[in-house]
């Protein structure tokens, strides 16, 4: 089941990296139907802000106020700090993650935590992880920055 929803995030990553930015996708999935899907435009539009979990948490907010926990959030990599805390704090239940980050993850860091272990239902990850890390060296390989992305 999970593979089916992250391969939209895939498609999504691979959206990202056609317009030059790092190949992140995201999708929302509430009661088995994608209510949103979204991908990383931070070097496109110039703005930290959008990545791909948060394009995807800005198209549904309202909706997550009344639903978030029956909610599952899928992203191609480990969600960073930002994204982790707006995604903990809508109340999502499940987190799905592809590539892991061991430079900016946190996912490790809300599993240790009291208070935001106590808020996640589920995460789940490495999720078609191979083929979100050759996404990731794809971009790490045409455009030489971010090279802590890049894995074997």
């Keep these: 089941m999970h593979e089916k929803y992250m391969r939209i995030a895939l498609e999504e990553a691979q959206v990202a990296l056609d317009k030059g930015n790092i190949p992140i996708g995201a999708?929302?999935?509430?009661?088995?139907?994608?209510?949103?899907?979204?991908?990383?435009?931070?070097?496109?539009?110039r703005s930290d802000l959008k990545h791909a979990?948060?394009?995807?948490?800005?198209?549904?907010?309202?909706?997550?106020?009344?639903?978030?926990?029956?909610v599952s959030i899928y992203s191609t990599l480990e969600p960073c700090a930002m994204c982790a805390g707006a995604i903990v704090?809508?109340?999502?239940?499940?987190?799905?993650?592809?590539?892991?980050?061991?430079l900016v993850g946190a996912i490790s860091v809300l599993?240790?935590?009291?208070?935001?272990q106590t808020r996640l239902v589920n995460v789940v990850g490495d999720v078609l992880a191979n083929e979100s890390q050759q996404l990731l060296n794809q971009y790490?390989?045409?455009?030489?920055?971010?090279?802590?992305?890049?894995?074997?």
């Design 89 to 102: 704090n809508t109340g999502i239940q499940e987190i799905v993650y592809g590539a892991s980050d061991s």
């Design 111 to 116: 599993r240790t935590n009291g208070y935001y």
């Design 27 to 45: 999708c929302i999935v509430l009661d088995g139907c994608v209510i949103s899907r979204a991908h990383n435009e931070v070097d496109s539009s």
């Design 53 to 70: 979990e948060m394009q995807a948490l800005t198209q549904v907010d309202s909706r997550l106020f009344e639903l978030s926990t029956k």
């Design 140 to 152: 790490v390989d045409k455009y030489g920055c971010r090279k802590h992305l890049k894995h074997s």
